[in-house]
T-cell receptor
């Protein structure tokens, strides 16, 4: 298993553009998490899904951010319009809810730069 | 509100010396605590969790509810321990994790 897959690995865009980050969780996992990592705020949970259903989106910073999980093997995080302060590393993680201790497995991250 | 504090952003020790990475948490419920680690050019991964009371790569961590702490310790540091370490608090059935700011540990030869 290749683990959690994220694309793209790096994204550079201009302010105002739409950005879409993609994630493929580990096959068989039923929980998916989106995190954002910045120097100022560290690693923050944005939203998580159980069985493709959003459970907690309290960490989503504002309406410019949206996340979807149309099926068990794919999720997107969209920022529209993007702003320079959105520059960060975005991580996706997945887990098998109900398994021993709900260990989360992280992807390699997408480094987003908004100019 | 749930919060995790790692007071040291950077920690540097010599090989063979003891290591302690500090973690304090704030949570009114029954906490589940984890340590995650990110080695250079690798993914963030689980190191250990308090509920299993295990030792991984020589590291241990004891949950102290009185002091609301979950410090990570290793008696003799090795160069391969150099990494970024994150303490995390789990709730909502440990589905939701709140991370500390992380401590970058450097082991000097």
């Amino acid at each position: 298993d290749a683990g959690v897959i994220q694309s793209p690995r790096h994204e550079v865009t201009e302010m105002g553009q739409e950005v879409t980050l993609r994630c493929k969780p580990i096959s068989g996992h039923n929980s998916l998490f989106w995190y954002r990592q910045t120097m100022m705020r560290g690693l923050e949970l944005l939203i998580y899904f159980n069985n493709n259903v959003p459970i907690d989106d309290s960490g989503m910073p504002e309406d410019r951010f949206s996340a979807k999980m149309p099926n068990a093997s794919f999720s997107t995080l969209k920022i529209q319009p993007s702003e320079p302060r959105d520059s960060a590393v975005y991580f996706c993680a997945s887990s098998l809810a109900g398994s021993s201790y709900n260990e989360q497995f992280f992807g390699p991250g997408t480094r987003l730069t908004v100019l | 509100a749930q919060r995790v504090t790692q007071p040291e952003k950077l920690l540097s020790v010599f090989k063979g010396a003891p290591v302690e990475l500090k973690c304090n948490y704030s949570y009114s419920g029954s906490p589940e605590l984890f340590w995650y680690v990110q080695y250079s050019r690798q993914r963030l991964q689980l190191l250990l969790r308090h509920i299993s009371r295990e030792s991984i790569k020589g590291f241990t961590a004891d949950l102290n509810k009185g002091e609301t702490s979950f410090h990570l310790k290793k008696p003799f540091a090795q160069e391969e321990d150099s990494a970024m370490y994150y303490c995390a608090l789990g709730f909502q059935g440990a589905q939701k994790l709140v991370f500390g700011q992380g401590t970058r540990l450097t082991i000097n030869p």
